[in-house]
């Protein structure tokens, strides 16, 4: 049983560490929307994938692609691909405090386990 919560809660922890990730990724992605006005008319680097760039300059009008999944990507204006930005990065902080609560009830568990007590049942 010790087992058993021992490996969710690694798992949890991975999740934990993945959303951190994503969300690091999002703020990044929020900061240079809100540069876009400042940026106009730079010259930029765009990644094309495996450490490879395109030489690009940045226009005032420039509208952003997002991927929205399986491959899919959808343009938008500047101001909806700020507010897109933050609704994913709300919805990411509220998947981690979900996974913080698990693992805090995760540790709970294996507290109990390890002190002789039913998992969830509080000794009274």
């Known amino acids: 049983m010790e087992r058993l ?8 922890g991975n999740a934990i560490n993945a959303a951190l990730e994503e969300l690091q990724q999002l703020n ?7 540069e876009m006005d400042r940026l106009a008319g730079k010259d930029s680097f765009t990644s094309i994938g495996a450490d490879f760039y395109l030489k690009a300059q940045i226009k005032k009008d420039t509208k952003v692609i997002i991927g929205v999944g399986a491959g ?11 507010v897109t930005v933050k609704k994913r990065m709300d919805a990411k902080n509220a998947l981690l405090d979900k996974l913080v609560k ?4 995760l540790e709970a568990a294996m507290v109990d386990i390890q002190s002789g007590a039913v998992p969830g049942q509080n000794s009274a």
């Open 5 to 12: 919560y021992q490996n969710q809660y690694m798992m949890v």
């Open 28 to 34: 990044s992605a929020s900061k240079a929307l809100e």
């Open 72 to 82: 899919f990507m959808v343009e938008k204006e500047t101001d909806a691909a700020k």
């Open 102 to 105: 698990s693992r805090r009830e």
